[in-house]
């Protein structure tokens, strides 16, 4: 059964650049978008972004400027970077799985989630 | 972006009852429409895909409908274990957006 294991920085200064890493145990990393999606207090979720293995990428335009997603085959694993993040940024992070083909994605394997807060 | 607006956002009901859940798309999107369920402090899980499709290893009781604008999620006879907060996500075009959230508590 595969699983999703995420970690990174938790507490992050207004300017600083958000870095997450999940890694992918126990399956395939072909085949799927690997995917960031986050949660602020008190609000719903939004998508941030994925990759797939060959590379091809696709970000919420919200964010384009700023997101940077990669994947490291050799490690299994996959990586969400934001540059010049403010408390807005501020959210519970999860990585995620994306099955599917066409528009037939769903999202069905989740990491944990890790908690950034942005404060100065 | 697509937007989706679930109703109700909170939903009180007791162990046995059937509950329904309603999402509505601001365009068509076919059957690319996902149910998630989340519990406090657990990371979501996937209940229902393309629509009406039961994800692997989730209870009969829960099933889904609809195409095009308007989608429902019926979970039938429901179990303690079912109350928690149902969301809906959309795939038919990036950014994929999801549905605020219902959250169904014990009456």
């Known amino acids: 059964q595969v699983q999703l294991q995420q970690w990174g920085a938790g507490l992050l200064e207004p300017s600083g650049t958000l870095s997450l890493t999940c890694a992918v145990d126990?399956?395939?990393?072909?085949?799927?978008?690997w995917t960031w999606i986050r949660q602020p207090p008190g609000k719903g979720l939004e998508w941030i972004g994925e990759?797939?293995?060959?590379?091809?990428?696709n970000y919420n335009p919200s964010l384009k400027s700023r997101v940077s997603i990669s994947i490291d085959t050799s490690q299994s694993q996959f990586s969400l970077k934001l540059n010049a993040v403010t408390a807005a940024d501020t959210a519970v992070y999860y990585c995620?799985?994306?099955?599917?083909?066409?528009?037939?994605?769903?999202?069905?394997?989740w990491g944990q989630g890790t908690t950034v807060t942005v404060s100065s | 972006d697509i937007q989706l607006t679930q109703s109700p956002s909170s939903l009180s009901a007791s162990v046995g009852d059937r509950v329904t859940i309603t999402c509505r798309a601001s365009?068509?999107?076919?059957?690319?429409l996902n149910w998630y369920q989340r519990k406090l402090g657990r990371p979501p899980k996937l209940l229902i895909y393309?629509?009406?499709s039961l994800q692997s290893g989730v209870p009969s009781n829960f099933s889904g409908s609809g195409s095009g604008t308007d989608f429902t999620l019926t979970i039938d006879s429901l179990q303690p274990e079912d109350f928690a907060t149902y969301f809906c996500?959309?795939?038919?075009?990036?950014?994929?957006?999801f549905g605020q959230g219902t959250m169904l508590e014990i009456k």
């Open positions: 995620a799985r994306a099955s599917g083909w066409d528009h037939y994605f769903a999202l069905d394997v």
């Open positions: 126990g399956g395939s990393f072909s085949r799927y978008y």
């Open positions: 990759m797939n293995q060959s590379g091809n990428t």
């Open positions: 365009q068509s999107i076919s059957i690319y």
């Open positions: 393309a629509a009406s």
């Open positions: 996500q959309q795939s038919y075009s990036r950014p994929y957006t």
